[in-house]
């Protein structure tokens, strides 16, 4: 289901159609290769670990990047030289407990098209550091992907490849709320606990104590602040959480484009309803578009599982092998094909 613009919107569409078609040549499929570094960002008590795909012209040899005993991974030249051009930069945010290979799929597919894309590894809530402290600093993701942006744009090679007035900002699940916040969306912890109390959605309720979005925590200051990056200049939500944590007023004033994705398998915790589309309702309708796909669940957006993966992560902890689960007709290289899809044709209209 998509949410139309409005009548009276039309010129505007015209102008995005004839950006698109303008913008075209710099997003078609690039001919070379993509290569790809793992870069970290130096912090003083939040080091990042990153990752970046990007085109090039180095025919060397590729490997397989983010594979795992689980996941499959993306085919890349490691370490290669980029192109010499200027392309647009998109970072991303993945989940809860996620890392930055979960959306590499998408980052590969986006870099053949000849973005830059970069993603980074969130202290306190990604796969390799479960640390409560850093996790109830919520507000740090944001920052992390501006800091993230900061070093990339400041690297000799690298900042001369891209294009700082085309960026945008792509996240999953809790990576969903974080470019929103970083697009300028603002939080109330009093009306998300208030909200919990009504409409109950498992999952978000249960993280706002260990996410510091607790009205009484010592964090709600800085949650509640302004996280806006105005760099950014579109942004993609898949499948977020906490949703509702958002102010409305903050979403009405928010005109950058905005493409919300969501899954309609409820898993049990997630409704679609309650979170991707409480931000749809929110957003200014002329520059925002809000997707629901029916066979997708809320890991479909995560990398492609290898045959058997979801019997060997239950095998080592009884339930998450849901993370392996699509259970609709499609397969899950056919839903990341259509959200390849979706993305590349927004950001062609957003970034002209």
Request: charged content about 20%; aromatic content about 6%.
């Amino acid at each position: 289901m998509t949410i139309p613009f409005n009548n009276e919107d039309i010129m505007l569409k015209t102008f995005l159609l004839t950006a698109a078609l303008f913008s075209a040549a710099t997003t078609a499929a690039h001919a070379g290769a993509t290569g790809f570094r793992e870069i970290a960002v130096p912090g003083t008590d939040r080091p990042l670990s990153a990752a970046l795909w990007y085109p090039t012209d180095d025919d060397g040899k590729t490997e397989l990047v983010g594979a795992n005993v689980v996941f499959l991974g993306t085919s890349a030249v490691r370490n290669a030289a980029l192109d010499g051009k200027r392309h647009p930069l998109v970072v991303l945010s993945h989940g809860y407990r996620g890392n930055w290979r979960n959306l590499g799929w998408l980052a590969s597919e986006l870099a053949a098209r000849g973005y830059v894309v970069a993603a980074v590894d969130h202290p306190g809530t990604t796969t390799f550091d479960h640390s409560s402290a850093q996790a109830a600093r919520l507000s740090e993701r944001p920052h992390d992907l501006s800091r993230l942006i900061d070093a990339l744009v400041a690297d000799r090679e690298v900042g001369a490849g891209i294009d700082t007035g085309r960026i945008a900002a792509i996240g999953h699940s809790l990576g969903g709320w974080t470019v929103m916040a970083l697009a300028g969306v603002r939080v109330d912890t009093e009306r998300f606990a208030a909200d919990c109390k009504v409409n109950t959605s498992p999952r978000a309720c249960e993280l706002s104590g260990e996410l510091g979005l607790d009205p009484t925590s010592s964090e709600r200051d800085r949650i509640e602040g302004d996280l806006h990056d105005p760099r950014i200049r579109a942004v993609v939500s898949l499948d977020l959480g906490l949703a509702r944590s958002f102010t409305p007023e903050s979403l009405a004033a928010l005109h950058s484009p905005v493409l919300v994705i969501a899954a309609g398998i409820d898993i049990g915790d997630m409704p679609a309803d309650l979170e991707s589309g409480t931000l749809a309702r929110g957003l200014p309708k002329a520059s925002s578009d809000y997707v629901l796909i029916p066979d997708a669940m809320h890991f479909s957006f995560l990398q492609i599982c290898k045959p058997g993966a979801a019997a060997l992560i239950e095998a080592d902890t009884p339930g998450d092998g849901i993370v392996c689960e699509d259970r609709g007709k499609r397969t899950r290289a056919e839903i990341h094909s259509e959200v390849t899809d979706r993305v590349v044709s927004f950001l062609g209209k957003a970034l002209p």
